[in-house]
């Protein structure tokens, strides 16, 4: 299913004139990331519009510099967390995701970090984070509460990914 402008917008409202560049992208990665159902894309749009501030951000707002050190992040050299803080719509962050994301997309993304801020690669990277958790599963079976962890870590935000979520459910069927 195409999202429309209108649905996007009825979704991400504070996205305004930015919902339009996204649009096309944001299609383009949920059919190549298999994110092809009303469910799936209703918990996709939801956790993208927590993540990014409806997309507003496309770096994280914070300097990165709590991330550094992380091993469990793969930040092992010194700048890492700056240099790797989350970046695209889902915020991938540390540079081991750098780099899986970078492999999978076809990107330097470990000598060019911000290229995830770009539209395209901030809508792909979120699709590949997305499939590459195994996330669609977990949306099918309606765990928004799973979806979450798996994205953040905890349930940073819940509340307001699962506001975001019944809007998108309304919106999409």
């Known amino acids: 299913m195409q999202l429309t402008l209108a649905q996007l917008l009825k979704i991400m409202p504070l996205a305004r004139a930015r919902a339009a560049a996204f649009l096309d992208p944001l299609n383009s990665a949920m059919a190549e990331f298999g994110i092809n159902t009303p469910a799936r894309q209703a918990s996709f749009l939801a956790q993208l519009a927590h993540e990014s501030g409806q997309p507003v951000y496309v770096r994280e ?3 990165g510099a709590a991330h550094e050190g992380r091993k469990d992040l793969g930040n092992v050299q010194p700048g890492d967390g700056v240099r790797f803080r989350g970046r695209g719509l ?3 962050t540390g540079r081991s995701n750098y780099a899986a994301c970078g492999k999978a997309l076809g990107l330097d993304l ?3 970090p911000a290229l ?3 539209t395209v690669t901030a809508c792909r990277s979120a699709g590949w984070f997305w499939q590459s958790r195994g996330l669609n599963a977990m ?4 765990d928004q509460v799973a979806v979450t962890r798996r994205i953040n870590g905890g349930t940073n935000g819940l509340a307001e990914r699962l506001a975001y979520f019944k809007t998108a459910q309304k919106v999409l069927t």
Do not use: N, W
């Open 61 to 63: 707002l914070a300097s």
């Open 116 to 118: 995830l801020e770009q």
């Open 139 to 142: 949306a099918d079976a309606g």
């Open 110 to 112: 470990l000598a060019q």
């Open 90 to 92: 889902i915020q991938v």
